[in-house]
């Protein structure tokens, strides 16, 4: 998919929640293609906050696979602007700015490349008061030091916390708990307010990466995430983190399964010289000796062939079973190249589907 087609469909970049202000830049833009309104940027050189996800529905899309992030930045670069955060690692409703990039780097030796890699900010739980003031939902839920310990209780148990982050003003005091409060009284303190019973808060910054996060977050159980303007955005615990990689592992595990039962279902059943007739175009130097030296695409081209597919000896439809391989082929690209907005759920159920096809098909021929 190039990126001129994906970027050539109109829409609308910015929802109702934008501000007054890019309200009037609205009504005047709307109607452009993504890439006219970077071109804008460039040349006004007036920055444009929106969303990853405003810019999918100016895109016609729906997610950020890794043709999508491509293209987007290869239009700003084109027009040498940047977006900050990166556009294919922010949140899908966090603000991101497209502004120009600047011509003199912050530090010696920067360049301003595309950085791919994962940070908190990508993370829901990270952006729980942007979160709020876009949908209205509930938000980073806080006490005071003076509030009655009381309080706190309540509002945990309402709305199912573990802990709440005790703030002054918009700085960050500590945290009360349900482990800080069972401290403080088994040491026969006596806890009247929250400052009576709090706990050290480890805050974090919104463009830490994400992997050297989760060793933090995994240590202290809970931290705090904080904005580049300083507002406290979110907060992180163990189980959300937990949660974020059983997500994002799930595809890769089932990619793998399928993966596995191919192989098993072709194995024997070609020889090296069929095997090395299907390899990458691309790559047609890689030495094949078994399977496994072949790619997903490889056993597509090989089974497509009506005297190869006959060979599986399976009394299934060829032509779709090669479709939905090449469905397949398509998620495990986009999932291979950390897709931030994760696998669709209808792509996730057809990797969990063709798990279950597969499985049937080779614990039949075992029991043959």
Known sequence: MSGLIILGIKGKLFDQSSSIENSLIQTEIMAKSFEELV??????????????????????????GW????????????????????????WAYGEVEIKPKPRVPAKEGSTAEYDPTPRVSMLQAANLTQLSELSGELGLVTVSRDELLSSAIHKMMTHNFSQLPIMSGRTPVGMVSWRSIGMALALGRKCTTVNDCKEEA????????LFEAVKVILQKQVVLVKRKDGIINGIITATDIGQQFITMAEP?????????HIRK??????????LKGVRDPNDASKEVKTLADLNFGAYI???SKTENFEKLGVLIDRVQFINQLDEIREIRNDVM????????????ELLRRMV???STINTVFKGR
């Open 202 to 209: 480890t805050v974090l910054e919104e463009h830490e990466l």
């Open 337 to 348: 190249h950390f897709d931030p907005d994760g696998v669709d759920p209808k792509e996730l």
């Open 356 to 358: 279950s096809f597969l």
């Open 265 to 274: 279902l072709l194995d024997d059943k070609f020889t090296i010289d069929q």
């Open 67 to 90: 043709r999508v992030v491509e293209a987007v930045r290869q239009v700003l670069e084109k027009y040498e602007v940047i977006c900050e955060p990166e556009f294919g690692t922010a």
């Open 252 to 260: 890769f595990l089932l990619i793998e399964q399928i993966e596995n």
């Open 39 to 64: 071109k804008q940027v460039q040349t006004t050189k007036n920055p444009l906050k929106t969303t990853p996800k405003q810019i999918l529905v100016q895109l016609g899309v729906s997610r950020r």
């Open 301 to 303: 081209r090989l089974i």
